[in-house]
């Protein structure tokens, strides 16, 4: 429930009564309704710009833990301004579980402010507001920064988290979004029992360096690493003290170089690892890991037992071909495969092997492929007969159909039938992939969606909703590409869609028109 529900509420319960005071003028008054005088003067939102004064307001009479509850459930912002006007929502905003500290929550805009005087402003209002809350009964807790913590800001950082990181905190998120930031997040947070209910921990551009004298995180169920600054041991530390852990994602972390991840994680069922350059290893030894991702090229992977691998995402060069050449046999359980590759050598191979469980399928080629056979992909569709969803995402530059035209290819297939939705983004004019979509829509059966986007950019400015004023600028042969895929699609693709299939076809934006 947001500030407008809670007003809204308010103002119908005030028209009921007085409507009733009219009515029964000489009756006495009725218990239905409490009287509440805000007082500004403590209030938490005594610096925010947008709170009004002190004002009388009249509330429905609800037992105090169902108001604790409703104002639980507000933004932290809506939640502050509600204290402003209740003394009710004043005592419970000092136990306020969910505190969100971010330049969008507290209303500071990064267009209105200079770098160092945003840094004050965020400094004074969450001093502010941190001194009116107790600190006690903190759920969750967002700190979301732009500023370097190399000096001042590490105290005031080290200062917030003493207040609120209490035991019975479930989430703690530090997002320090400048890169490098020089912050060392304090392992003796956790420690005392403050880190024992802690269910998510977040960390991001800081420097964390746990040991084995680390207590705590028994709780630990989600943890997320990205761009900071902790060595294979250190995270080895981290693991052993975290048998609970359900999901891990490291992104960036540079100092790693090889990754164990024991057997002791008996819960772990989502690995996923992200652009860390210096990883030489990967080797799992917890044994019922379903979801794995991994984004790298030079990186060993040791997966151990995958049978139990039902979603793989693999951002790696010539990971298409390998695919489909291996992965029906080493992980036969896949319900979903994503695949990008910068890098391909061969054609997707046409093999006997199936994918029998496959219902969502992603491949993504980005990089120069001049001659890449796309109809080779067909052998994925009818590799999987439960196939639901088929996405391509293409970004690659080669020959239009319209430069060398001839007769389409095709290939005899069983009809497929589960097949429901294919999505192709940055379709262009190419002769095989003009193929490949002819050849979806004769030899599907259940067919129901078709979007082929050849704007090139995957939004549009020009859209209803849109939040962006203008596209970012293109290349006139991206443009003009893009405008070739749109001929491609209505003369040799639109005329085999079936009644029975939605095609939707996103064309260049029109802001990009005045750039040809």
Same mark, same amino acid.
């Given at each position: 429930?947001?500030?407008?529900?809670?007003?809204?509420?308010?103002? =119908?319960?005030?028209?009921?009564?007085?409507?009733?005071?009219?009515?029964?003028?000489?009756?006495?008054?009725?218990?239905?309704?409490? @009287?509440?005088?805000?007082?500004?003067?403590?209030?938490?939102?005594?610096?925010?710009?947008?709170?009004?004064?002190?004002?009388?307001?009249?509330?429905?009479?609800?037992?105090?833990?169902?108001?604790?509850?409703?104002?639980?459930?507000?933004?932290?912002?809506?939640?502050?301004?509600?204290?402003?006007?209740?003394?009710?929502?004043?005592?419970?905003?000092?136990?306020?579980?969910?505190?969100?500290?971010?330049?969008?929550?507290?209303?500071?805009?990064?267009?209105?402010?200079?770098?160092?005087?945003? @840094?004050?402003?965020?400094?004074?209002?969450?001093?502010?507001?941190?001194?009116?809350?107790?600190?006690?009964?903190?759920?969750?807790?967002?700190?979301?920064?732009?500023?370097?913590?190399?000096?001042?800001?590490?105290?005031?950082?080290?200062?917030?988290?003493?207040?609120?990181?209490?035991?019975?905190?479930?989430?703690?998120?530090? $997002?320090?979004?400048?890169?490098?930031?020089?912050?060392?997040?304090?392992?003796?947070?956790?420690?005392?029992?403050?880190?024992?209910? =802690?269910?998510?921990?977040?960390?991001?551009?800081?420097?964390?360096?746990?040991?084995?004298?680390?207590?705590?995180?028994?709780?630990?169920?989600?943890?997320?690493?990205?761009?900071?600054? =902790?060595?294979?041991?250190?995270?080895?530390?981290?693991?052993?003290?975290?048998?609970?852990?359900?999901?891990?994602?490291?992104?960036?972390?540079?100092?790693? &170089?090889?990754?164990?991840?024991? !057997?002791?994680?008996?819960?772990?069922?989502?690995?996923?690892?992200?652009?860390?350059?210096?990883?030489?290893?990967?080797?799992?030894?917890?044994?019922?890991?379903?979801?794995?991702?991994?984004?790298?090229?030079?990186?060993?992977?040791?997966?151990?037992?995958?049978?139990?691998?039902?979603?793989?995402?693999?951002?790696?060069?010539?990971?298409?071909?390998? $695919?489909? $050449?291996?992965?029906?046999?080493?992980?036969?359980?896949?319900?979903?495969?994503?695949?990008?590759?910068?890098?391909?050598?061969?054609?997707?191979?046409?093999?006997?092997?199936?994918?029998? !469980?496959? *219902?969502?399928?992603?491949?993504?080629?980005?990089?120069?492929?001049?001659?890449?056979?796309?109809?080779?992909?067909?052998?994925?569709?009818?590799?999987?007969?439960?196939?639901?969803?088929?996405?391509?995402?293409?970004?690659?530059?080669? &020959?239009?159909?319209?430069?060398?035209?001839?007769?389409?290819?095709?290939? *005899?297939?069983?009809?497929?039938?589960?097949?429901?939705?294919?999505?192709?983004?940055?379709?262009?004019?190419?002769?095989?992939? &003009?193929?490949?979509?002819?050849?979806?829509?004769?030899?599907?059966?259940?067919?129901?969606?078709?979007?082929?986007?050849?704007?090139?950019?995957?939004?549009?400015?020009?859209?209803?909703?849109?939040? =962006?004023?203008? !596209?970012?600028?293109?290349?006139?042969?991206?443009?003009?590409?893009?405008?070739?895929?749109?001929?491609?699609?209505?003369?040799?693709?639109?005329?085999?869609?079936?009644?029975?299939?939605?095609?939707?076809?996103?064309?260049?934006?029109?802001?990009?028109?005045?750039?040809?």
């Amino acid at each position: 429930m947001g500030m407008l529900d809670l007003m809204r509420l308010m103002s =119908i319960q005030r028209q009921r009564d007085q409507e009733r005071r009219r009515r029964q003028a000489q009756a006495p008054p009725r218990d239905g309704l409490i @009287a509440l005088r805000a007082k500004r003067k403590g209030s938490p939102c005594q610096q925010d710009g947008d709170s009004q004064g002190a004002a009388d307001i009249e509330i429905p009479s609800l037992p105090e833990d169902i108001w604790r509850l409703i104002h639980s459930l507000m933004p932290m912002r809506d939640a502050a301004r509600a204290a402003c006007v209740s003394h009710s929502f004043l005592s419970s905003w000092r136990c306020h579980p969910n505190l969100n500290f971010s330049s969008e929550a507290l209303g500071l805009s990064k267009n209105a402010y200079g770098n160092e005087e945003l @840094a004050g402003l965020f400094y004074s209002k969450v001093n502010h507001i941190l001194k009116r809350h107790s600190g006690i009964g903190v759920k969750k807790l967002t700190i979301k920064v732009y500023s370097d913590y190399s000096g001042k800001g590490s105290s005031y950082l080290n200062n917030w988290l003493q207040i609120a990181v209490k035991p019975g905190i479930e989430e703690l998120i530090i $997002a320090l979004t400048q890169f490098q930031a020089k912050y060392n997040f304090p392992c003796s947070l956790l420690s005392n029992g403050s880190g024992d209910s =802690i269910q998510y921990l977040h960390l991001s551009n800081c420097s964390f360096h746990p040991t084995v004298t680390l207590s705590g995180l028994r709780s630990l169920t989600r943890l997320y690493l990205c761009r900071v600054r =902790i060595t294979e041991n250190e995270l080895g530390c981290l693991l052993s003290h975290s048998l609970a852990l359900e999901q891990l994602e490291i992104r960036y972390c540079n100092r790693i &170089v090889c990754l164990k991840v024991p !057997c002791l994680l008996q819960r772990l069922i989502s690995l996923k690892v992200f652009g860390c350059d210096k990883l030489k290893l990967i080797e799992n030894e917890a044994p019922n890991v379903s979801i794995f991702a991994f984004q790298g090229d030079k990186t060993e992977l040791k997966l151990g037992e995958t049978l139990q691998i039902k979603s793989l995402c693999m951002v790696r060069s010539g990971y298409v071909y390998h $695919a489909r $050449a291996e992965l029906p046999s080493i992980m036969p359980n896949l319900e979903s495969l994503a695949v990008q590759s910068c890098k391909e050598t061969a054609f997707a191979p046409k093999l006997c092997s199936k994918f029998l !469980c496959l *219902r969502h399928l992603s491949i993504g080629l980005i990089g120069f492929f001049p001659a890449y056979d796309y109809l080779s992909l067909a052998s994925y569709i009818y590799a999987a007969p439960s196939l639901e969803t088929f996405d391509l995402n293409r970004n690659v530059q080669s &020959v239009s159909i319209f430069a060398h035209p001839a007769d389409l290819r095709s290939i *005899r297939e069983e009809k497929h039938h589960n097949l429901k939705s294919v999505t192709v983004t940055s379709f262009i004019s190419v002769k095989s992939l &003009v193929e490949l979509t002819c050849h979806i829509l004769e030899s599907t059966a259940s067919l129901e969606c078709l979007t082929l986007d050849a704007s090139q950019t995957g939004f549009r400015c020009d859209t209803p909703g849109s939040k =962006i004023s203008k !596209c970012p600028p293109l290349d006139r042969d991206i443009i003009m590409e893009g405008h070739r895929g749109v001929l491609a699609i209505r003369r040799y693709i639109q005329p085999r869609v079936p009644s029975t299939v939605k095609l939707t076809v996103l064309e260049p934006c029109s802001c990009h028109s005045t750039e040809l």
